[in-house]
């Protein structure tokens, strides 16, 4: 099927041939993107699952979807933005089935009053990196961020810690660009105020 | 601007995304409230602390565990 693409205006990313490859039964195709996302995919499942079997479950099982529903990809997004959506809801699934009393969505635990006040009013000094070394640092931030409401924490992983844009974190979660836009906010504050307590105490202890 | 304006705006200045009147306005607010500055300077230090950090790190065994199950998977559905 030929790719409509007016000549010379915009970069094609690379995986749009291998997505063509792959849709047109071409396994090694579909191997190469495998690999360059399966990483991506696990971290994202086992930052919102918290579980590593969980985060292993989902990162096969949204590699066979992806595969199964190839046809139904339109290229109108990324498709690493595709995968990772469709990631993304494996995992809050997954979520949901845990605690089976209590449902899990993006809408869940961000009903929080709307621009909370922030407090902690203490520097970093120094900054974290000179205070920790990076296996200690590594601890902290795999605690502080577990603390987050999920759908706190699946907003931040996927902006901050994955990099990916306001637009494609809108479009893997479902949400409109200014709903991201106020839960990331939230999630940054929380995660603030959480490392503030951390890194005062370090900074008291040291001066103590 | 006042505080909660600048709550508001804090978000797309950490982003980069304020048009340079507003920049200007945020600077401003923090040079004279210090309780902004260090909420700021913080909730930097909070992004630049995490960005692209791998905190679930992937062993080669993992993921040629991984690897080798989804290929199997989608393999067979074939």
Known sequence: ?208 | MNCTDLLSQLGDYLDDQLSEDLRREVRSHTAECEHCRVVLNTTHQTIEVYKGKELYEVSPELRERLHDAIMAKCCKKK
């Open chain 1, 1 to 208: 099927m030929p790719a409509i693409q007016s000549p010379g205006t915009e970069e094609i990313h690379p995986d749009v041939e291998l997505v063509a490859r792959a849709k047109e039964g071409d396994a090694a195709a579909f191997e190469q993107l495998v690999r360059q996302y399966e990483r991506q995919i696990f971290r994202v499942a086992q930052h919102i699952t918290q579980n590593r079997e969980d985060a292993e479950d989902i990162t096969q099982d949204a590699f066979l979807k992806a595969y199964e529903k190839l046809d139904q990809f339109q290229g109108n997004s990324k498709f690493s933005t595709w995968l990772v959506r469709i990631a993304v809801n494996e995992s809050l699934m997954r979520l949901r089935k845990r605690k089976t009393s209590k449902t899990v969505s993006m809408d869940e635990d961000v009903q929080t009053e709307e621009g909370s006040i922030p407090r902690d009013f203490a520097e970093w000094r120094p900054n974290p990196e000179q205070l920790y070394n990076q296996s200690e640092l590594g601890d902290i931030l795999r605690r502080t961020i577990q603390g987050l409401p999920p759908g706190f924490r699946t907003v931040f992983t996927l902006r901050d810690i994955e990099n990916l844009s306001t637009e494609e974190t809108a479009e893997a979660l479902g949400l409109s660009v200014p709903a991201v836009k106020s839960r990331l906010l939230r999630a940054r504050l929380q995660l603030r105020e959480r490392l503030s307590r951390y890194f005062a105490q370090k900074k008291e202890g040291k001066t103590a």
